[in-house]
């Protein structure tokens, strides 16, 4: 006659001769649970720095959905203006003017121009 089994836990007394391999069962825990903890902080800050990257590039889409303007990158220079005493930013491909980043020139500049004109 066949019986048919099945898996229960139970609570049992631990025999003296079972308990050094206990403890040395609980150290390789130990050193177990530093070491995917360590895994974990690790993986954390790449995890903590896609999810940040990920988050401008939604944030840059969406106000560049919400205004029809993006920011790029381009390659610019400054030329000076001495007559109206101006550093002028200008767009390297095409020469245009930049008016937003067109500034004075510093008192240290204007120093600097005199300096070299005399």
């Known amino acids: 006659m066949s019986r048919n089994t099945y898996t229960k836990e139970i609570i049992q007394d631990v025999p003296e001769t079972g308990q050094p391999e206990k403890h040395r069962r609980l150290a390789e825990v ?16 790449d995890f903590n720095k896609q999810l940040k990257d990920l988050r401008k590039e ?3 889409l969406l106000d560049t959905l919400d205004t029809g303007k993006e920011t790029i990158p381009i390659e ?13 930013t200008k767009r ?13 020139m510093t008192p240290e500049e204007r120093q600097t121009r005199m300096g070299a004109v005399d």
Do not use: F, G, M, W
């Not at 177990?32 to 993986?43: D, G, H, R």
């Open 30 to 45: 130990d050193r177990e649970i530093l070491e995917v903890q360590s895994e974990k902080s690790a993986t954390n800050v």
């Open 58 to 60: 939604q944030k840059d």
């Open 76 to 88: 610019v220079y400054d030329e000076v203006d001495e007559d109206r005493l101006e550093v002028v």
């Open 92 to 104: 390297a491909d095409n020469d245009e003017i930049l008016p937003e980043l067109t500034r004075p």
